[in-house]
């Protein structure tokens, strides 16, 4: 069960080309509520490959043995540097997850990105903007690449609700949007193409995932 908001933080949902993106919040939170913005693009993740056929440790005499797992973190330090870790790698799987679903029209928009949100107010406030997008026949190309993260606030929690703040440089520049028919849709006049936004990031409890609660653009501030 997730956890009930006790901060507010003053949000904007990240936006795929001119449109605004809209999830399903599937969750109450304990920090961050979504408000619709226009932003660009969507952050890339590892490239994916075809299957191939490989024998397995069992059946190759000259395989290496598995590796062992990594202990578990145990002290205050080592836990709150594999949270932050954990926080930054699901940030960037919700963004090359949000421009596998943009470059395919928004199709199963729902069912691929609302794991990455935990406040309920995200579906009520993006939904109708991103079920636009799957009816008109809107889809994008290419996706934004993040340059850097840099954690401003890292909040413990016993209950491990950990919170992780970043500001995070975002390029949009190499994602474009087109309608149904081809045309591409010009960038909107005066959204710049690189900029910083702030994410909060909430740790959902013990072995609990970790959710996109708090996105604060800021257009102005180049990186």
């Known amino acids: ?3 009930s908001a006790i901060t507010p933080t003053r949000t904007i949902a990240v936006l795929i080309g001119v449109a605004v993106i809209a999830v399903a919040g599937f969750a109450v939170v304990r920090s961050g509520v979504f408000g619709p913005e226009t932003v660009q693009g969507a952050i890339p993740g590892p490239g994916s490959s075809s299957p191939s056929a490989s024998m397995s440790a069992s059946e190759s005499p000259s395989a290496s043995p598995a590796p062992k797992p990594s202990p578990k973190p145990t002290t205050p330090e ?8 954990d926080a930054k790698a699901q940030l960037v799987e919700y963004y090359s997850t949000t ?3 943009a ?3 928004y199709q199963d928009w729902e069912k691929k990105l609302s794991k990455f949100w935990g406040h309920p107010a995200i579906a009520a ?3 109708t903007a991103y079920e636009e997008s ?3 026949g809107q889809y994008t190309t290419g996706a934004a690449s993040i340059d850097s993260m840099k954690v401003t606030k890292y909040e413990p929690d016993d209950a491990s609700f950990e919170r992780v703040t ?4 975002v390029d949009f520049s190499g994602v474009a949007t087109f309608e149904e028919n081809g045309k591409e849709i010009p960038r909107a006049a005066g959204v710049p193409s690189r900029y910083t936004l702030t994410y909060v990031m909430l740790h959902q409890g013990v072995d609990g995932v970790w959710t ?4 604060d653009r800021h257009v102005g501030q180049a990186c």
């Open 78 to 85: 080592q836990i709150k540097a594999k949270n932050i870790a």
């Open 212 to 215: 996109v609660n708090g996105e």
């Open 134 to 136: 799957v009816r008109s």
């Open 1 to 3: 069960m997730v956890s």
């Open 99 to 101: 421009a596998l679903v």
């Open 125 to 127: 406030s993006l939904a």
């Open 103 to 105: 470059n395919n029209g």
């Open 166 to 169: 970043m500001d995070v440089c």
